[in-house]
């Protein structure tokens, strides 16, 4: 079974630009949650879909929102890049019928915004 | 609000030796615990979790956990250190809420 697909690998950007990343759950799976991960900050939860539905969203600002296609597949969106915004996306799938059940993590989308 | 705190963002063990990582919660409800491990460049990966029932829980690569809730712990330990056990560790806590609030991590160096 495949895991947890991102895509792309890495991304160079600058300030004021947007972007867009993917994120292909493991099939079956219909949740998919998207974590930024930095030095400084550590792992920070951005927000959770599941069957198209936004459930939970974390402390980031507007410019940070994401989606959920009908086949689970999800992408989130940056909007008006800042430095700061340089960083480590996660993202990972489940079943997510209890909340506690496992979160299965892609590799992650480095992105560097100059 | 839930947090979790990890004490010591590195630890070095010899190789053989026991590992012990340390996480405190905080938690308003009954928590769910997890450690998850993250090798260089790759995702997260579960090692163990908590939910109910048994406060020992075991998990893959010989790594277990108890939960202590008198304590508010969910330390990590492993009796025998390899080096293929040198990555970073994650304590989480979750709720309800289909989130999880991550330490801040603990990166484990194992000494030759």
């Known amino acids: 079974k495949a895991g947890v697909t991102q895509t792309p690998r890495y991304l160079i950007k600058t300030r004021g630009q947007q972007v867009t990343l993917s994120c292909s759950p493991i099939?079956?799976?219909?949740?998919v949650s998207w974590y930024q991960q930095t030095p400084g900050q550590g792992l920070q939860f951005l927000f959770e879909?599941?069957?198209?539905?936004?459930?939970n969203k974390g402390n980031f600002p507007g410019r940070f929102s994401g989606r959920q296609f009908s086949n689970s597949r999800s992408e989130m969106n940056v909007s008006t890049l800042e430095l700061g915004d340089s960083a480590l996306y996660l993202c990972?799938?489940?079943?997510?019928?209890?909340?506690?059940?496992?979160?299965?993590f892609g590799s992650g989308t480095q992105l560097s915004v100059l | 609000a839930q947090s979790v705190t990890q004490l010591g963002s590195h630890v070095s063990v010899s190789e053989g030796a026991l590992v012990l990582l340390r996480c405190n919660y905080s938690?308003?409800?009954?928590?769910?615990l997890f450690w998850y491990v993250q090798y260089p460049n790759q995702g997260l990966q579960l090692l163990l979790k908590?939910?109910?029932?048994?406060?020992l829980v075991k998990g893959i690569n010989g790594f277990e956990a108890e939960f202590k809730k008198s304590e508010t712990s969910f330390h990590l330990t492993k009796p025998s250190a390899h080096m293929s056990d040198a990555a970073e560790y994650f304590c989480?806590?979750?709720?309800?809420?289909?989130?999880?609030?991550f330490g801040s991590g603990t990166r484990l160096l194992v000494r030759p």
């Open positions: 990972a799938s489940s079943l997510a019928k209890r909340v506690e059940e496992k979160l299965f």
């Open positions: 099939s079956g799976h219909r949740s």
């Open positions: 879909y599941f069957s198209e539905t936004q459930r």
């Open positions: 938690s308003s409800v009954p928590p769910y």
């Open positions: 908590y939910t109910t029932g048994a406060t």
């Open positions: 989480a806590v979750s709720d309800s809420s289909y989130k999880l609030i």
